[in-house]
């Protein structure tokens, strides 16, 4: 047990430079002038600003549009994501054919390949939709489902087939056996989906800088780097840090919230994948 004690507390030793004095650095920078920000020291202000810098970030840095653009962008990909990624992955669990299981590596890889970026911006020109919330939601669907489908097919083989049996004996049909039976038992992996989801979503800027044009349909990462660079005597890091943490305030309150059924719910389904 002492043993046991010791190793953590080395650990928490090794993770207090590289978590807690960041993110001290974050938080009290923000609420400096801009002239003790810019020397990104761990100290207290002499003054504090932290009304003043979180106004001009709301007002200026246009937190508002970013936000509402994020929120239209993150919600309906996450549900369209869960929704046809927990379909395909019971799909797959459950097929015995060959062409399925490639079509499931082939899904799965998305996960680790670079996006194509090119093609991409081709194709949606091609539809009338670069530029467009619309083309970049359904390029954040498309690039996003093989993660879905890896843990929830490996969630969905984990589960008996009797119940989806009994159920097709009793004349239920696939819509009717997915909706009442298979859904409500991949909640903990949709769960987990989701939550992995919001992160990557809500921080992507990768896509968000080529696929939406115009200020107006800014998220909040493209808001942060607009913000950031509209200087022209540099970055006002008080301003930038500020609007770092209110970017990020939603994603560390959901996680607060939520970290446990998110640790359960990697365990019961993504790592038996």
Not at 30 to 36: A, D, I, M, R
Not at 59 to 71: A, E, I, M
Not at 103 to 121: C, D, G, R
Request: net charge positive.
């Amino acid at each position: 047990m002492t043993a046991v004690r010791v190793r953590y507390l080395l650990l928490s030793l090794f993770a207090i430079p590289w978590i807690v004095l960041p993110f001290w650095l974050l938080i009290i920078n923000s609420v400096k002038s801009e002239g003790e920000a810019g020397v990104l020291s761990v100290g207290l202000p002499s003054s504090w600003h932290a009304a003043t810098n979180y106004a001009t970030v709301v007002h200026q840095g246009r937190y508002l549009t970013g936000l509402g653009n994020s929120l239209l962008i993150a919600v309906p990909s996450i549900v369209l994501v869960l929704g046809l990624g927990s379909m395909a992955a019971w799909a797959y669990a459950r097929s015995p054919r060959r062409s399925l299981r490639l079509t499931y590596y082939l899904s799965v890889l998305s996960i680790v390949l670079p996006p194509a970026i090119i093609p991409t911006v081709y194709t949606l020109t091609q539809l009338g939709l670069n530029g467009s919330r619309i083309g970049y939601l359904l390029t954040v669907v498309g690039t996003r489902l093989g993660m879905v489908i890896f843990l929830c097919t490996g969630f969905v083989r984990t589960l008996p087939v009797d119940w989806e049996e009994a159920a097709q004996l009793d004349g239920a049909g696939r819509w009717q056996i997915y909706r009442r039976i298979v859904l409500p038992l991949l909640a903990p992996a949709l769960f987990t989906g989701a939550i992995l989801l919001v992160i990557n979503v809500w921080n992507d800027f990768f896509f968000a800088l080529f696929l939406l044009q115009g200020p107006g349909r800014a998220t909040l990462p493209l808001t942060l780097y607009q913000f950031a660079s509209s200087s022209a005597y540099g970055l006002r890091w008080n301003l930038v840090f500020a609007h770092v943490i209110l970017t990020s305030l939603p994603l560390l309150v959901a996680y607060i919230i939520m970290q446990r059924r998110v640790l359960s719910g990697l365990t019961e389904g993504g790592t038996t994948g």
